[in-house]
């Protein structure tokens, strides 16, 4: 028995923001925006919440799969702007769809998310016990941004991608490694909770995301060619036998520079950063929703996440 993809769901708030819009409040433009990082738009949030633009992503999973919510033993959700930390989204999710026996939890890997809770899920499904998990990365991330902050608040936008696994007698998953160097914890952070209140000092701190963009490109175009290489070694592949590589939607030039790295022609690389921007725990399955129409039955297909830990996770699936 092995683990295949049963369904795939995509939602995103309804507004969408331009980065010429995005320059009449912030000190930028649309030339640097487009030319550094290859994003144009992006969704945001204005009603909608993670709560919701998962459990949307979630609904669309189930029913491209065709399985009752009853069904899902488990749900775990990849985020790091839950609406509360407790209950955990993946609670809230179950709730929504019916998923009354599931087991649900929350990860929180940033950028790396959806592939951990992935290997998270795929594990406890071999271990048996599971037979239909959904994983869902979901961010609404503008909520946490510094709208002064040039270097992150045009990257950074909202959106949900959900992933119903099933067993099956036919095995997608071919291989997964994961990875952290905490001695880069302090290159992206996010303070958590609502306020940092001691018992006797009320302290107000600025809840936003901060970044050390160059220190995050250097690591993501050396440590992710690297985990492509070893998840292709334990497959006994070569990167030209990859049919589309769908990495975190970052940056373009990232994606490029990894291409280059691995000798394969940047076109095999899939992108949708262009309408949506970095949604960190989300943007691997928003864009492997996207690539889907292109995918042929028995193409290979790299998953690929960096971010915040520092963290990294790779996946090679076969369609
Ligand atoms: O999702 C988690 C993982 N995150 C990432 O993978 C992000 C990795 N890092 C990156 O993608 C890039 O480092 C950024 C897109 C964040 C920044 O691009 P960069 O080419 O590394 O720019 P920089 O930070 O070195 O800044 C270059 C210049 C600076 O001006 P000076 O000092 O050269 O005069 C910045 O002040 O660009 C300026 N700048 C901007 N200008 C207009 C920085 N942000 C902006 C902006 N608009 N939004």
């Known amino acids: 028995m092995g683990v295949k993809i049963a369904g795939l769901g995509k939602a995103v708030p309804q507004m969408v923001l331009s980065n010429e819009k995005l320059s009449e409040r912030v000190d930028t433009s649309d030339e640097w925006i487009r030319s550094r990082t290859g994003i144009e738009n992006r969704c945001i949030a204005v009603t909608e919440t993670t709560e919701q633009l998962a459990t949307s992503a979630a609904l669309e999973a189930i029913s491209a799969a065709g399985i009752e919510a009853h069904n899902i033993e488990l749900v775990i959700v990849a985020t790091v702007s839950p609406d509360t930390t407790m209950p955990s989204t993946a609670c809230l999710v179950a709730r929504n ?9 929350d990860i929180t890997a940033a950028c790396s998310g959806f592939v951990f809770a992935s290997e998270v899920a795929i594990s406890m499904m071999n271990q048996g016990g ?18 002064e902050d040039r270097g992150t608040c045009v990257l950074f936008a909202d959106g949900a991608g959900a ?3 099933t067993k099956s007698e036919e095995n997608q998953i071919l291989a997964i490694e994961t990875g952290s160097n905490p001695k880069g914890a302090d290159q992206i952070t996010l303070p958590a909770g609502v306020g940092n209140h001691t018992f006797y000092q009320v302290e107000e701190r600025k809840q936003t995301i901060q970044m050390s963009g160059r ?3 250097v690591f993501a175009t050396t440590k992710v060619p690297e985990s492509i290489r070893k998840v292709l070694e334990k497959a006994q592949l070569t990167p030209e036998e990859i049919a589309v590589y769908i990495l975190h939607q970052a940056n373009s030039r990232i994606m490029d520079n990894v ?32 690539a889907k129409a292109l995918l042929k039955s028995g193409d290979k297909i790299i998953l690929s996440g960096f971010g915040a830990g520092l963290t990294w996770g790779t996946m090679l699936l076969e369609w």
């Open 215 to 217: 220190d995050v490109y």
């Open 97 to 105: 769809i019916g998923a009354d026996r599931a087991t649900c939890f």
């Open 259 to 290: 291409a280059q790295k691995l000798g394969v022609p940047k076109e095999h690389f899939f992108k949708n950063l262009s309408h949506y921007g970095n949604t960190s725990a989300a943007s691997i399955p928003m864009a492997l929703y996207d």
């Open 130 to 147: 599971y037979q239909n998990a959904l994983v869902i990365g979901a961010e609404v991330l503008s909520k946490m941004l510094d709208w």
């Open 163 to 165: 992933v119903l696994y």
